[in-house]
């Protein structure tokens, strides 16, 4: 079996809260041993174990690869006019959401596919190693299915998003298209689907339509997620608590028990994360989430960059990273633990988002000596390698 150590690290963050390393857990002079994927040793260097290959960091900081628990990647065409109409003062509504679903209708498989893994490579390149994929630009029973049968090829982690928008042809007649999201829709997209998520928001699906779907999506065994609470106050963030969702997403406009219910959330696999995609605020020019308000409240909070042609076309977790230091009162520490440890939360995974032993080798390395650097050093590319699985991705 091969082996595979990574040394000469300046910092390591492990997110295993230590005595003296705060919850990121960082580690100085320490050294990291990979086998068949996993991480099977970490200690200090001079202890460091024989391995058969060796990777030098250089001194740079060594950190668990992003988890980016909210991207929507199976599409066609993108919406670039509308986003230089909106930064000329047009306010978003969500309407364009049909025109990526016409465009992805009429794309081949191969054209998605092509989409999805040029898009996950890029995330990967920014240090990406676990990405959630939604479906909801098909809208129809085969191109949902199709959708996340493409998804289901990257990622394990799939999200049937069925009801994302009502779509043109069942305008008007939003039971009508809820009954057969609940219906066929469900039944062709479970085979590929780990997760089952509404877009509950003025405009899209209310309180009714989101929980009937979101039951019976559990009842096939699908885990809950939920748009909720984004381009204005309403009742989704207490519905995905009540419903035992593990994540709710946006959360840009909260209310008071709407933070006291997701500090008060616990079920037996975990608490409802707040994920928060401040990708989407920046894209969408509007005001950004209140990470240091669910922060004091004692909430788990991720983050995730909302990647969708549409609202928050990026793939950059340090982009996100960034904004939540800048504009959401996160600290570096906090956010980095966001887009890492918390992301894993939000998508109930313990074996990614954290480096110790046992854990998947999913990591970045650093041109930079310590975890600050992605918000202080914002926009610049400074993530010289990757592992996925325990595989170099980046030629050194
Ligand atoms: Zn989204």
Redesign the pocket.
């Known amino acids: 079996m091969s082996s595979l150590l990574v040394d000469d690290i300046g910092e390591l963050v492990t997110n295993v809260p230590t005595p003296g390393g705060g919850p990121l857990g960082l580690r100085r002079g320490v050294a990291l041993l990979v086998e068949a994927g996993r991480v099977v040793w970490i200690g200090p260097s001079r202890y460091a174990p024989a391995a058969d290959r060796r990777i030098d960091a250089g001194g740079g900081a060594v950190l668990p690869g992003f988890v980016d628990s909210?991207?929507?990647l199976v599409f066609a065409g993108d919406r670039a006019a509308e986003f230089a109409a909106r930064m000329a003062g047009e306010p978003y509504t969500g309407g364009g959401i049909r025109t990526t679903v016409g465009a992805t209708r009429a794309a081949s498989d191969d054209d998605l596919r092509d989409t999805v893994r040029r898009l996950r490579d890029e995330a990967m390149r920014q240090g990406t190693t676990t990405m959630e994929i939604?479906s909801?630009y098909g809208l129809t029973v085969a191109d949902e299915a199709r959708s996340l049968r493409i998804a289901a090829e990257v990622t394990a982690e799939t999200t049937f998003?069925g009801a994302?928008v009502v779509p043109a042809e069942y305008a008007g007649r939003p039971d009508d298209y809820v009954g057969l999201v609940c219906g066929p829709m469900l039944t062709a997209a479970t085979p590929y689907a780990r997760w089952v998520?509404v877009?509950c928001e003025r405009g899209a699906f209310d309180a009714d339509h989101a929980r009937a779907i979101l039951t019976v999506g559990q009842a096939a065994g699908l885990g809950l997620r939920l748009?909720a609470n984004?381009l204005g106050p309403g009742p989704g963030v207490r519905l995905g608590v009540e419903l035992g969702a593990a994540s709710v997403?946006?959360c840009t406009h909260l209310s008071d028990a709407d933070v006291d219910a997701l500090a008060g959330s616990a079920t037996t696999d975990g608490s409802t994360v707040a994920t928060l995609?401040p990708g989407?605020e920046f894209s969408t020019r509007s005001p950004y989430p209140d990470a240091r308000r669910l922060l004091d409240a004692g909430v788990t909070v991720a983050l995730a960059t909302?990647c969708?042609p549409g609202?928050?076309y990026t793939s950059s977790m340090p982009f996100c990273v960034a904004l939540a230091v800048r504009e959401m009162r996160m600290t570096p520490a906090e956010a980095v633990w966001a887009a890492t440890a918390g992301g894993a939360r939000a998508l109930r995974r313990t074996d990614v988002g954290v480096l110790r032993p046992g854990a998947r080798a999913d990591l970045m390395i650093l041109d930079a000596p310590s975890h600050l650097h992605l918000a202080y050093r914002p926009g610049v590319p400074l993530i010289r390698q990757v592992l996925h699985n325990g595989v170099p991705q980046c030629r050194l």
Do not use: I, P, V
């Open positions: 909210h991207a929507h939604k909801g998003l994302h998520d877009f748009h984004q997403d946006h995609l989407a909302d969708n609202s928050s």
